[in-house]
C-alpha cells in the first residue's frame, strides 16, 4: 500500500478517513493547520486523536501542526477567521452558512500539502471533502478537486502527487456509518465552528454532525450547549 498525507482538521470526517487509510494498510502522515480558526481547539482534538490511534493501531504516526496564520489574517471575511462576523445559527443548506466559508481555503492548504508531499516522496495527499458541503463550499466540489488534480499533476512531475478525496460522493450520514464500522472514537473529535469547551449544537457544521448520528439510528458521544 502506498503512504499517504493527511490533511488532518482533528473533525469527524478527517478522523474517519484517518482510521479508514489505516484500515486499508496505508502508511499515514498528518498534517493539520492553525489558520486562525476560532475554533482553535479542534487542533488539540487532532493531536489527542493521533496520540489515541497511535496507541490502538500501534504504530507511530508523523503529524505536524503548521501555522498559516500570517496568510489567512488577509483573508477575513469569514465568521471562522474574523471574531467580529457571528457563526450563523442554521443547516449549510441555508443562504446565510455561507458567511462560514473561508475563500479559496481548500486550495491553499492543499496546495501546501502537494509541496510537502513532494518532498517527502508522498505519492498521494488526502483530504476530506464530501457531498454535504457541495452546497456552499465550491473548494469540496468534484469539479475543484478534479482540476487542482491536473494542475498538481503538472507541478510535481519529478516527484508526482496525486489529490484524492476518498468521501467526496458521501453524505455525513455515510461518513458515520464507516466510521461507527470502524470504530473511530467520534468522542475526540471537534466540528462546531464555535470557539468554546462545549460545542454549540447549533452552528452549521453541528446541527449537520447531529442529524448524521440520528440517521444512523444512534447519538452522538459529544456534549452540547443546545441539542
Not at 482538521?9 to 489505516?22: F, I, Q
Not at 496564520?69 to 443548506?93: A, G
Not at 457544521?205 to 452522538?220: H, M
Request: aromatic letters at 8%; one cysteine or more; a negative charge.
Amino acid at each position: 500500500m502506498s503512504k499517504i498525507l493527511l490533511i488532518f482538521s482533528g473533525g469527524m470526517d478527517s478522523a474517519t478517513l484517518l482510521w479508514k487509510l489505516l484500515t486499508d494498510g496505508h502508511q499515514v502522515d498528518a498534517i493539520s493547520f492553525d489558520y486562525g480558526q476560532r475554533h482553535i481547539a479542534e487542533l488539540e482534538s487532532a493531536k489527542q486523536m493521533i496520540t489515541y490511534t497511535e496507541k490502538n493501531k500501534n504504530m507511530k504516526i508523523h503529524h505536524d501542526v503548521i501555522d498559516v496564520k500570517p496568510i489567512f489574517i488577509h483573508i477575513n471575511s469569514s465568521s471562522l477567521t474574523n471574531p467580529d462576523i457571528e457563526v450563523p445559527n442554521c443547516y449549510y443548506t441555508e443562504d446565510i452558512a455561507k458567511i462560514t466559508v473561508v475563500p479559496n481555503r481548500n486550495q491553499i492548504l492543499l496546495s501546501i500539502a502537494v509541496g510537502i508531499a513532494a518532498a517527502r516522496k508522498i505519492e498521494k495527499v488526502a483530504y476530506a471533502a464530501h457531498a454535504g458541503d457541495w452546497s456552499i463550499y465550491p473548494d469540496c466540489r468534484t469539479e475543484f478537486m478534479e482540476s487542482l488534480k491536473e494542475t498538481t499533476r503538472l507541478s510535481t512531475l519529478w516527484h508526482p502527487v496525486e489529490i484524492t478525496a476518498p468521501f467526496i460522493h458521501m453524505t455525513k450520514a455515510d461518513i458515520v456509518k464507516q466510521g461507527l464500522e470502524l470504530g473511530v472514537p467520534y468522542i475526540l473529535t471537534r466540528s462546531c465552528y464555535n470557539a468554546g469547551n462545549l460545542s454549540c449544537g447549533t452552528c452549521p457544521t453541528c446541527v449537520e454532525r447531529i442529524e448524521a448520528f440520528k440517521l444512523n439510528d444512534t447519538t452522538d458521544p459529544l456534549n452540547y450547549k443546545i441539542h
